[in-house]
């Protein structure tokens, strides 16, 4: 089975634009998790999809949003970029979500400049 | 005050030694998860635990839900064990991470 793949792995946007994150889940997995690493404040988790309905959601600002895809895909969109947003942004599929196994995708890391 | 608090943050040990990671927890837990993670960023689940122990190969988790506390176990500990190790919860709609246990293995 194919691992779960994140698209691009490396980006870097300017304070202001606006980025939008692919992931693709491990074939037959429903849920789709994001999380936030920065040296500062570790892992923090953004919010779970789970068969395209936002399931669980972390303490972020509006400016982050995501949605789910009939085919499991997901994508994580943040509006007006802040130097802060400066992170690796991993995301992991499961198949039952925060209860089950998750399997972590590569990361994309974004820079703002 | 963090829900998930981890230690040691910073290990170092003789390749063979025995490792322990120790993960306190404050909140009430579906589920915990041990995470590895290499330079470079990669993220591996090594366990996810409900109650009792697991073990696979080398590695050992227990987890005591009366205490709020999990142990993960290195065996003969190995150069390619160096990563950092992370505990996490499932509480609730959220999930909530330790800081990590970076882990140095000298050969």
């Known amino acids: 089975k194919a691992g779960v793949t994140q698209t691009p792995r490396y980006l870097i946007k300017t304070r202001g634009q606006q980025v939008t994150l692919s992931c693709s889940p491990i074939s037959g997995h429903r849920s789709v998790s994001w999380y936030q690493q920065t040296p500062g404040q570790g892992l923090q988790f953004l919010f779970e999809?789970?068969?395209?309905?936002?399931?669980n959601k972390g303490n972020f600002p509006g400016r982050f949003s995501g949605r789910q895809f009939s085919n499991s895909r997901s994508e994580m969109n943040v509006s007006t970029l802040e130097l802060g947003d400066s992170a690796l942004y991993l995301c992991?599929?499961?198949?039952?979500?925060?209860?089950?196994?998750?399997?972590f995708g590569p990361g994309t890391r974004l820079t703002v400049t | 005050k963090n829900e998930v608090e981890q230690s040691p943050q910073n290990l170092t040990a003789q390749e063979g030694e025995f490792i322990t990671i120790n993960c306190s927890y404050s909140v009430g837990i579906s589920a915990l998860h041990w995470l590895q993670q290499h330079p470079g960023g990669g993220i591996v689940s090594l366990f996810m635990?409900?109650?009792g122990k697991k073990k696979h190969g080398r590695l050992i988790a227990t987890i005591n839900i009366q205490e709020k506390h999990s142990s993960l176990h290195i065996t003969a500990s190995h150069p390619r064990d160096s990563a950092v190790y992370i505990c996490a919860v499932s509480a609730g709609n959220q999930f909530y991470f330790g800081t990590g246990t970076s882990l140095t293995v000298i050969p």
């Open positions: 999809y789970f068969s395209e309905t936002q399931r």
């Open positions: 992991a599929s499961s198949l039952t979500g925060g209860r089950g196994e998750q399997y």
């Open positions: 635990l409900s109650s």
